[in-house]
């Protein structure tokens, strides 16, 4: 199957499934004095962003200091999926741009890879108070929102950061130590999970993990072609 039959069958699959039949609910911000009118799905990542940065529908909302959409290439054959912001990107605004993200960067560097080739994103576009984990609604509610991204990108790999990422995309209810490291097929594509950089810098004696994982995605990308 070539690229550009990958790419049709991926955003024919995403538009295609029930919770975006009739176009997302976008927030009430998005439209002043019609809160809760249903639109058509964006065109583009930009206009998308643009539609829900102002989301509060779930508390996170009310907590956050920047919505954090997500960065990179528009039309990237691998998008990365985190958990969520950390303090740094809520700062900021931008994904992965702490420790963890300056420790992806030398990771995709190790393999000749770089952010230019990849899309990078998270389940929850705001940072939950104090780092911890997404609860089941907030991912529930962002779901939709990572699941738009993916249907404009229409990726040919995804990589899952960490068992929430996997959990919210797969549905897999497993420990990350038997998902680590597997590629599943999943609508059209290949999903490869990995731990989070952020389990490297509390574990650096597992990196070697990670740097077959990272050895294999870079595999995953030179057979795309």
């Not at 009310?62 to 969520?84: H, L, M, S």
């Not at 940072?127 to 990108?153: A, F, K, V």
């Not at 797969?170 to 594509?189: A, S």
């Amino acid at each position: 199957m070539g690229y550009e039959e990958a790419r049709t069958l991926a955003h024919g699959y995403f538009r295609n499934l029930e919770l975006f039949e009739d176009g997302l609910m976008l927030p009430a911000s998005s439209r002043a004095g019609r809160p809760g009118t249903r639109e058509p799905l964006p065109r583009d990542l930009e206009s998308f962003h643009a539609a829900i940065s102002g989301c509060t529908k779930c508390p996170l909302g009310y907590t956050r200091t920047k919505f954090v959409f997500g960065v990179g290439n528009p039309e990237a054959p691998i998008v990365f999926v985190g958990e969520a912001p950390g303090r740094d990107e809520d700062l900021q605004g931008i994904p992965f741009v702490g420790r963890a993200g300056q420790l992806l960067d030398h990771m995709l560097a190790e393999v000749g890879l770089d952010r230019r080739h990849v899309y990078i994103c998270n389940v929850l576009k705001c940072r939950p108070p104090g780092n911890r984990d997404p609860e089941p609604l907030e991912i529930e509610t962002c779901r939709p929102y990572l699941l738009t991204q993916l249907s404009l990108i229409a990726p040919r790999i995804l990589v899952c950061l960490g068992r929430h990422a996997a959990t919210a995309l797969l549905d897999l209810q497993l420990p990350m130590k038997e998902l680590r490291g597997r590629v599943i097929p999943w609508q059209g594509m290949q999903v490869l999970v990995t731990y989070h950089p952020a389990y490297y810098l509390r574990n650096m004696n597992q990196r070697t993990l990670g740097e077959q994982d990272f050895r294999l995605l870079r595999q995953m990308y030179d057979e795309l072609s």
